[in-house]
Nanobody
Framework: QVQLVESGGGLVQAGGSLRLSCAAS????????MGWFRQAPGKEREFVAV???????NYAASVKGRFTISRDNAKTTVYLQMNSLKPEDTAVYYCAADLQGGSSYGYEYDYWGQGTQVTVSS
């Protein structure tokens, strides 16, 4: 069993930055692909970024060049650095763990955190 806890969300002005963290307990993350997803009010959950167990990354087109996902297996933590934030980035952000290596499909993930709110004001 893996427990994931996100932190680092908050209110920021457009153009600002935030760094989200996802801390894991119960098991090392080294064998998991780790993803970030988000869900805005009235919208479906969408893929944001993923980092595989080997360190490969992939991003949604809407965040590529602005967001960076990274992982620290020794600390069992995954990060999402978000720069040049836009109002349309406002959502609850979730991290998730995928034993199969990580993908852009939420249904493939095995464990989810409870989410952290990110609000970007214009």
């Amino acid at each position: 069993q893996v427990q994931l806890v996100e932190s680092g969300g908050g209110l920021v002005q457009a153009g600002g930055s935030l760094r989200l963290s996802c801390a894991a307990s119960g098991r090392t993350l080294s064998n998991y692909g780790m993803g970030w997803f988000r869900q805005a009010p009235g919208k479906e959950r969408e893929f944001v970024a993923v980092v595989s167990w080997s360190g490969g990354t992939n991003y949604a087109a809407s965040v590529k060049g602005r967001f960076t996902i990274s992982r620290d297996n020794a600390k069992t933590t995954v990060y999402l650095q978000m720069n040049s934030l836009k109002p349309e980035d406002t959502a609850v952000y979730y991290c998730a763990a995928d034993l199969q290596g990580g993908s852009s499909y939420g249904y493939e993930y095995d464990y989810w955190g409870q989410g952290t709110q990110v609000t970007v004001s214009s």
